[in-house]
């Protein structure tokens, strides 16, 4: 369990106890779900909104040599701590200027989609399942109505910039889906470019099959409204974390499978870009799936050796790696690793470890990457002991000296962790799961 000297928070309970599967008792408003109110730095040809990012309201000290990453509070206190407090931003026409989610200012990530999904045509396509985005069919304007396919309709249960989801219920074998309804184009927005931003979303969520990335099943068009067809995770892990009841065991656990869903990921030749707690979601076997695809890039195409450098920052700021603000181009798939690590501190402590990795902008960061005053050594003593050498390893500022995902996943601890499987759920430990699903993971899927 959290050590007792860390920051506690309260627990995040649902009003009401409904089953998964008893659509009409969905509502949007069950949980009280922490959130924050941030900014957004894009320009007008970026994808925005399509995940909201959360913004760290610090109350520290301005003495760099003073700052440490623990408090004297005590575990049964109910307060929640002015270091972790998060807010939802409000969707309305202001967003793009509240918003604090950053998007890639140069490549989009359906720059060279179609080579990355075709390939060389005298070779065939290495990603497991063929993808439907080779025409316009991925549309399928034939399946028009969608309570014909999949069933009979839920309420709607969430709502974002992006747009809005719903649930849906098989009426066969009552199996439950997530519907995204995408936003409709902007008037800035030509048509071609709005059908480019939605086919590359889909285009990758579909050609990734792997039991800790959201299945992505099908897109349907109906009239000008394009339909995503998700699988539907009802556990959101931000929540379970800031319940305070996870154990070292099953923050282990969670922590595994992520590295597992970014190396399938890595190895198809993509990066996700936006990895962070809001994009984990939990079956009720306690399996963790990868969510939003909004980010994403390709950055090893079929058959190429060359890795494709990234430009720009992209991702949330507590999340993002320090290469993203100061280096022209960087490795995409490095800084994933990155963000994998801040998750596993989030996940531990409860609390960003800073805002911003910036020296310049961010104290917390400036006390960290300063050997004088210790902020390594702070931050790491508040992790389990076996974990603390591999998190400093891919905690390096110098991307050219961060280790590896192999490096990662030969290490003697990482290795030796027990893993939450679908065929082996809880096999050594329980997991905390808020059954119902919570106004956030609803909302996390329609951004």
């Given at each position: ?34 959130s924050s109110l941030c900014s957004h730095h ?308 409860r609390r960003f470890p800073w805002n911003l ?91």
């Amino acid at each position: 369990m959290l050590d007792a000297s860390l920051p506690s928070t309260p627990l995040l309970i649902p009003h009401h106890e409904h089953a998964l599967y008893d659509i009409s008792s969905f509502s949007s408003t069950t949980t009280h779900t922490p959130s924050s109110l941030c900014s957004h730095h894009s320009n007008n040809e970026q994808r925005v909104g399509y995940r909201s990012c959360l913004n760290l309201k610090t109350d520290r000290s301005t003495d760099d040599e003073n700052y440490n990453y623990s408090t004297d509070s005590l575990s049964c206190k109910l307060s929640t701590p002015s270091q972790f407090i998060f807010n939802k931003p409000e969707y309305n026409k202001k967003y793009q200027r509240t918003h604090f989610h950053r998007s890639e200012k140069k490549n989009t990530p359906f720059n060279n989609l179609k080579r990355f999904l075709k390939g060389d045509k005298s070779k065939k396509l290495f990603v497991a399942g063929q993808s439907n985005c080779d025409t316009i069919a991925f549309a399928n304007e034939f399946n028009k109505d969608l309570e014909i396919k999949y069933g009979k309709w839920g309420q709607f249960v969430g709502k974002g910039a992006g747009g809005s989801v719903r649930l849906i219920r098989h009426s066969t074998d009552q199996k439950v889906f997530a519907v995204k309804q995408f936003r409709k184009r902007s008037l800035n927005e030509s048509e071609k470019e709005y059908v480019k931003k939605i086919t590359a979303e889909f285009c990758i969520g579909s050609a990734l099959h792997h039991p800790n990335i959201i299945e992505t099943f099908d897109i349907i068009k109906d009239g000008q409204i394009f339909y995503e067809i998700m699988e539907f995770a009802p556990n959101d892990l931000f929540n379970i974390v800031m319940s305070g009841q996870m154990s070292c065991e099953e923050i282990a656990c969670c922590w595994r499978q992520l590295l597992s869903g970014v190396q399938y990921m890595h190895q198809m030749g993509l990066a996700h870009r936006d990895l962070k707690l809001d994009n984990m979601v939990l079956d009720e076997r306690g399996v963790v799936k990868i969510i939003d695809f909004g980010c994403a890039v390709v950055n090893k195409y079929p058959f190429d050796s060359k890795v494709h450098m990234s430009q720009g920052p992209c991702g949330s700021d507590p999340y993002i790696a320090p290469e993203q603000l100061t280096e022209l181009e960087y490795d995409a798939r490095l800084t994933d690793l990155w963000s994998c690590a801040i998750i596993f501190i989030c996940m531990h402590i409860r609390r960003f470890p800073w805002n911003l990795p910036h020296p310049e902008k961010d104290q917390a960061y400036r006390s960290f990457v300063n050997p004088s005053t210790q902020g390594a050594v702070k931050l790491f003593k508040s992790l389990p002991h076996e974990a603390r050498p591999i998190i400093e390893r891919i905690l390096s500022p110098n991307p050219s000296q961060r280790c590896s995902l192999e490096d990662i996943i030969n290490d003697d601890w990482v290795r030796g962790i027990p893993v939450c499987t679908m065929a082996h759920p809880e096999i050594s430990h329980a997991h905390h799961l808020l059954i119902e699903p919570s106004s956030q993971v609803k909302e996390n899927y329609c951004k």
